[in-house]
């Protein structure tokens, strides 16, 4: 029997990949990626279905780690925020978890892949992508996608072939990692209508302000509150704190990679706070240059990695961009988290370039004499002035 490798949630899209690749004559591994998303109890309950659907074998991957420091990392030194607004939460999981995937794939020698992906978003873009740039002597079978299922017809199916278990819709769907947590419904298919506050996964648990500091060496969050961890685990206990306060919620509306337009909600606590504070950082201790121009890139990396470019090999070019500006971005951010929302209070860093032996903004100069002042004003102005003059512009 041919072997294919099924990128396996254990929802009823991947269920029915399972059972339908198994009828058609298929030996199927199934494999769940965990990118911080699932609990211990989630990830048996998963193992239990897939094998009590067929699976030959089915394989738990934790990439946590691995994804904070090749993707994650970069995404806060860029200060990613997809339209100002969305830290590619799901977007990045999903480049990830099909190179795991394919990885695997070739571990065991299968000769094609699976997923689940219909044939109307954006994530049928970005395993495909990774699948045919790794392997593209690899069939990839999508049968969501090519025989543009209903969800009933799925169920349908299911209970043909023995499969009893019941898949009554959630009323919102969920979709947690440890880089956020989206949140769809029917709310988010109009374009006036808010998520109400059942629908966040987080609820309102504390009123009363707390301060946290954030510690950053080299961009890279090292501590919250002088407790020192892997910068993967210190996102993981902030989101835990700042969850209390039920902060980080919005609704993104972007373009997909297909060319329409999509509205998602999300919950991103952590790492709203981190990418803010990290931001507020950098304003202190980068120069304005190294400061417009990660503004640029970072926007760059973040749109091709939302559409799945993450291979092209210009992303490691920014990474190594990002990753030089970093070198001075050290020190302690105050964050006070209150009730739905959060505020930056100020910074304290060696590498601070309001240092006050140069002079106070509005206040004094330190460096420099009242006579340079107006010199370098009246350089500064000559190529306006001349533009101006020669061209006799009326301003009024």
Known sequence: M?????????GLDTSYCLKY????GF??????????????????????????????QHTNLDIVEKYYEKAIKYLIFGNVLKNNTYPLSVS??????????????KSIGASAIAHGSTGAGNDQIRFDLIFKTIAPEIEIITPIRDL?????????????NGVSYSWK??????NKGIWGT????????????PLPEEAYPSQLQKETPEKVILEFEKGELISIN?????????????????????????????????GIKGRVGFEAAAPLIIIKAHHLLEKHVLSKWQQYWKEQLGNWYGMLFHEGQFLDPVMRNIETFLTDTQATVNGKVTVTLKPYHFSLEGIESENDLMNTQFGQYGEMNNAWTADDAKGFIKILGNAQMIYSQVNELNYD
């Open 2 to 10: 041919a072997k294919v490798v099924l990128a396996y949630s254990g």
């Open 21 to 24: 690749l198994i009828k058609n």
């Open 27 to 56: 030996e199927v591994h199934t494999v769940l990626v965990n990118t911080g998303g699932f609990s211990e109890e989630e990830l048996t309950a998963i193992e239990k279905r897939a094998y009590e659907l067929g699976s030959a």
């Open 92 to 105: 990045a999981e999903r480049v990830f978890q099909a190179l795991e995937v394919i990885k695997y794939a």
């Open 148 to 160: 543009k299922l209903s969800r009933q017809e799925e169920v349908e199916f299911l209970q043909e």
């Open 169 to 174: 819709k959630a009323q919102y769907s969920i």
């Open 182 to 193: 989206s949140v769809g419904g029917k709310e988010t298919l109009t374009s006036h209508l």
């Open 226 to 258: 002088g407790e020192k961890k892997s910068p993967a685990q210190n996102i993981i206990t902030l989101e835990n704190m700042a969850n209390a306060f039920a902060i980080g919620r919005d609704i993104h509306v972007g373009d997909t990679i297909i």
